[in-house]
């Protein structure tokens, strides 16, 4: 008798569990099929009055050019509007943050891990007040001396002030990972006769492989995902995506091209979807390399 | 790193110490046939001269921060004398921008943060008795809104809320009201905001208090099961005690994002209705005549917010350091 209850409870339970996955899942989801698929729609269709069942169809799009997809917004983003020079200088940004945050986090942060004094905590509470203050109240101090000593404007100027701020947090993250390995492993590294430098890069860096890929993913997606420093710092012709589909907006919601920015939006995203998919376990690991410890 | 993060808290306090040169004035006679006339022209070689001086500005000391567009003492003050009543009092308050947005960011910090700690237990708990092989995919999918670019992320939804888009034409026909749309009224505004504040964050919690459930110890549990506790209990007296620690740390995480929340209002294009204190520091510095001071000003204001709501958790972070040394 009493089984028979508990086994209806847990049909129950696993209905509603199950719904709200489902209902979650589309929720989380959606909105980026959504969006993918409407951007191969004219405007019409994907803003549609009537009946927004023309979304999916593409009643409009058929009409206008034969088939249901056209790639129309992705020309006019990528050629018209010049989306592909902002795609290379957020290649650029990314690229060049990751590597240099990563050569001074790495050695950084191996230092202060073997160093033993108490480092540790102020960078702690570094990484933390950086965590917490808005990048863009920095950004109104870099303007004026930027302004004065003709700084502003460039790419390299912005990839220092990301790695800038980016660096406490790398150096946090690394150095709880760099705690990880026990001092034994250097130790008898330089027994067998490495110097200090080679035992950091013959022994302790393969350790660290998992470590410096996980914050080499955080610090990308620190330099990809910024909106205010690179709307702030960049002059027009060295804009990076983001800043660009802002651009977009003003520019092109009175034009009448909002599929521009539609078609924008989703080639900024489809990197983020590959990396997802790619990085899934470092990425989650990363999120919770801090929590789990305390 | 010295130089990139101090100095600019530096240079920031003093921009927001000095306000823009007033042009200079010079008084020229005008001599033709019918006599000489005064006039009074601005000389801009000598403005320009004097901003190269001191590319600053004059400096005011500390009235940028109690004039109309911050602190604003004296309004506040008068409004405080001549309120009819606590509503009239936080109308006209409400009604100074930096007040303004004060009270978004804290009304929207401390309603999301909650909101998508609940929304992101309740997701672990129900992921976590999934089958293994549908996990990995429902991962994947629950950490796309957090990992995408968040004006991305907001751009996404706005089109969708749009009177035209998808949701925004399905609220007309479940409301029965061809004109009601999410943008026109500040209250709406607020609210779709907050729900993608959530909808941005709650994968963050959600992955934290999954890893959290991993490391559940099953004996607590199965004890739980003998001495009759149902599944309810359960979670109440054991999984959620056992959560607690990761709950503290997603509620820091999330109060420090949530405060700075910026670019949503941005994709939102809702800086009508809604301002931050990050949005309007941003408007400043991106409007024409960029007002570097007025932003510093708002700048510094901003970080003392931050270390006040930082203030508790720092002394605690230190305590345990102490601790353990």
Same mark, same amino acid.
């Given at each position: 008798?009493?089984?028979?209850?508990?086994?209806?409870?847990?049909?129950?339970?696993?209905?509603?569990?199950?719904?709200?996955?489902?209902?979650?899942?589309?929720?989380?989801?959606?909105?980026?099929?959504?969006?993918?698929?409407?951007?191969?729609?004219?405007?019409?269709?994907?803003?549609?009055?009537?009946?927004?069942?023309?979304?999916?169809?593409?009643?409009?799009?058929?009409?206008?050019?034969?088939?249901?997809?056209?790639?129309?917004?992705?020309?006019?983003?990528?050629?018209?509007?010049?989306?592909?020079?902002?795609?290379?200088?957020?290649?650029?940004?990314?690229?060049?943050?990751?590597?240099?945050?990563? *050569?001074?986090?790495?050695?950084?942060?191996?230092?202060?891990?073997?160093?033993?004094?108490?480092?540790?905590?102020?960078?702690?509470?570094?990484?933390?007040?950086?965590?917490?203050? +808005?990048?863009?109240?920095?950004?109104?101090?870099?303007?004026?001396?930027?302004?004065?000593?003709?700084?502003?404007?460039?790419?390299?100027?912005?990839?220092?002030?990301?790695?800038?701020?980016?660096?406490?947090?790398?150096?946090?993250?690394?150095?709880?990972?760099?705690?990880?390995?026990?001092?034994?492993?250097?130790?008898?590294?330089?027994?067998?006769?490495?110097?200090?430098?080679?035992?950091?890069?013959?022994?302790?860096?393969?350790?660290?492989?998992?470590?410096?890929? *996980?914050?080499?993913?955080?610090?990308?997606?620190?330099?990809?995902?910024?909106?205010?420093?690179?709307?702030?710092?960049?002059?027009?012709?060295?804009?990076?995506?983001?800043?660009?589909?802002?651009?977009?907006?003003? *520019?092109?919601?009175?034009?009448?091209?909002?599929?521009?920015?539609?078609?924008? /939006?989703?080639?900024?995203?489809?990197?983020?979807?590959?990396?997802?998919?790619?990085?899934?376990?470092?990425?989650?690991?990363?999120?919770?390399?801090?929590?789990?410890?305390? | 790193?010295?130089?990139?993060?101090?100095?600019?808290?530096?240079?920031?306090?003093?921009?927001?110490?000095?306000?823009?040169?007033?042009? /200079?004035?010079?008084?020229?006679?005008?001599?033709?046939?019918?006599?000489?006339?005064?006039?009074?022209?601005?000389?801009?070689?000598?403005?320009?001269?004097?901003?190269?001086?001191?590319?600053?500005?004059?400096?005011?000391?500390?009235?940028?921060?109690?004039?109309?567009?911050?602190?604003?003492?004296?309004? /506040?003050?008068?409004?405080?004398?001549?309120?009819?009543?606590?509503?009239?009092?936080?109308?006209?308050?409400?009604?100074?921008?930096?007040?303004?947005?004060?009270?978004?960011?804290?009304?929207?910090?401390?309603?999301?943060? +909650?909101?998508?700690?609940?929304?992101?237990?309740?997701?672990?708990?129900?992921?976590?008795?999934?089958?293994?092989?549908?996990?990995?995919?429902?991962?994947?999918?629950?950490?796309?809104?957090?990992?995408?670019? +968040?004006? /991305?992320?907001?751009?996404?939804?706005?089109?969708?809320?749009?009177?035209?888009?998808?949701?925004?034409?399905?609220?007309?026909?479940?409301?029965?009201? +061809?004109?009601?749309?999410?943008?026109?009224?500040?209250?709406?505004?607020?609210?779709?905001?907050?729900?993608?504040?959530?909808?941005?964050?709650?994968?963050?919690?959600?992955?934290?208090?999954?890893?959290?459930?991993?490391?559940?110890?099953?004996?607590?549990?199965?004890?739980?099961?003998?001495?009759?506790?149902?599944?309810?209990?359960?979670?109440?007296?054991?999984?959620?005690?056992?959560?607690?620690?990761?709950?503290?740390?997603?509620?820091?995480?999330?109060?420090?994002?949530?405060?700075?929340?910026?670019?949503?209002?941005?994709?939102?294009?809702?800086?009508?209705?809604?301002?931050?204190?990050?949005?309007?520091?941003?408007?400043?510095?991106?409007?024409?005549?960029?007002?570097?001071?007025?932003?510093?000003?708002?700048?510094?204001?901003?970080?003392?917010?931050?270390?006040?709501?930082?203030?508790?958790?720092?002394?605690?972070?230190?305590?345990?350091?102490?601790?353990?040394?």
């Amino acid at each position: 008798m009493t089984s028979t209850v508990v086994e209806n409870k847990s049909i129950k339970l696993r209905l509603f569990t199950s719904c709200f996955i489902a209902l979650w899942l589309l929720v989380a989801a959606f909105p980026f099929f959504w969006t993918f698929w409407g951007s191969f729609k004219v405007e019409l269709d994907f803003f549609s009055k009537e009946n927004w069942m023309n979304a999916i169809t593409g009643i409009r799009t058929l009409r206008e050019h034969g088939t249901a997809f056209t790639i129309e917004g992705y020309e006019g983003a990528w050629v018209q509007e010049e989306f592909w020079k902002a795609v290379i200088n957020t290649a650029l940004v990314c690229l060049f943050v990751v590597c240099t945050s990563l *050569t001074i986090g790495t050695l950084g942060a191996y230092a202060l891990s073997r160093s033993g004094f108490r480092y540790a905590f102020w960078l702690l509470i570094i990484a933390l007040v950086f965590r917490a203050m +808005p990048p863009i109240t920095l950004v109104a101090g870099y303007l004026l001396p930027f302004f004065e000593w003709g700084l502003w404007g460039k790419l390299s100027t912005t990839i220092v002030v990301l790695v800038a701020i980016n660096q406490p947090f790398t150096l946090w993250m690394l150095h709880s990972f760099f705690q990880k390995i026990p001092k034994d492993l250097d130790e008898s590294a330089m027994v067998d006769g490495c110097t200090h430098f080679q035992a950091f890069r013959y022994v302790i860096l393969p350790v660290m492989w998992p470590g410096v890929i *996980t914050t080499g993913l955080f610090s990308f997606l620190l330099a990809y995902n910024d909106f205010a420093v690179t709307a702030m710092l960049l002059s027009k012709e060295n804009q990076t995506m983001v800043p660009k589909i802002a651009g977009f907006l003003g *520019t092109t919601q009175t034009e009448g091209n909002v599929m521009f920015a539609v078609a924008a /939006v989703v080639s900024a995203t489809a990197p983020l979807f590959v990396l997802v998919m790619f990085f899934q376990r470092q990425i989650v690991s990363g999120l919770t390399a801090g929590a789990v410890k305390g | 790193m010295l130089l990139f993060i101090f100095l600019p808290i530096v240079s920031v306090v003093m921009q927001s110490m000095h306000i823009d040169h007033e042009q /200079v004035f010079v008084e020229v006679e005008n001599c033709d046939f019918f006599g000489c006339k005064k006039a009074t022209m601005v000389d801009a070689d000598a403005t320009a001269e004097l901003k190269k001086e001191q590319p600053l500005g004059r400096f005011v000391g500390l009235s940028n921060y109690i004039n109309r567009a911050h602190l604003a003492t004296s309004e /506040v003050a008068d409004a405080w004398r001549n309120k009819d009543s606590l509503g009239d009092f936080y109308d006209r308050v409400y009604n100074l921008p930096l007040y303004r947005a004060i009270i978004f960011t804290l009304v929207y910090t401390f309603t999301v943060t +909650p909101l998508l700690i609940i929304l992101g237990f309740l997701i672990a708990i129900a992921v976590n008795s999934l089958h293994q092989r549908l996990k990995g995919l429902v991962i994947f999918f629950s950490l796309l809104p957090m990992i995408v670019t +968040p004006l /991305v992320g907001s751009l996404i939804l706005f089109w969708m809320i749009d009177s035209r888009g998808i949701i925004g034409h399905s609220l007309q026909m479940l409301f029965d009201d +061809p004109d009601l749309s999410l943008k026109a009224s500040t209250s709406l505004t607020w609210i779709t905001l907050m729900v993608y504040g959530v909808w941005h964050s709650a994968p963050f919690a959600f992955v934290i208090f999954y890893a959290g459930l991993q490391t559940l110890p099953q004996d607590t549990l199965e004890s739980a099961m003998i001495d009759g506790a149902s599944r309810w209990e359960r979670i109440r007296y054991v999984v959620i005690p056992h959560l607690t620690p990761l709950v503290t740390f997603v509620a820091l995480i999330q109060l420090m994002d949530n405060f700075r929340v910026f670019e949503p209002i941005v994709g939102f294009n809702a800086s009508a209705h809604a301002t931050s204190l990050s949005s309007i520091i941003y408007t400043d510095l991106g409007g024409e005549s960029q007002l570097l001071s007025s932003a510093s000003t708002t700048s510094v204001l901003t970080i003392l917010g931050v270390i006040i709501l930082l203030s508790p958790v720092l002394y605690r972070t230190w305590r345990d350091w102490e601790r353990k040394v």
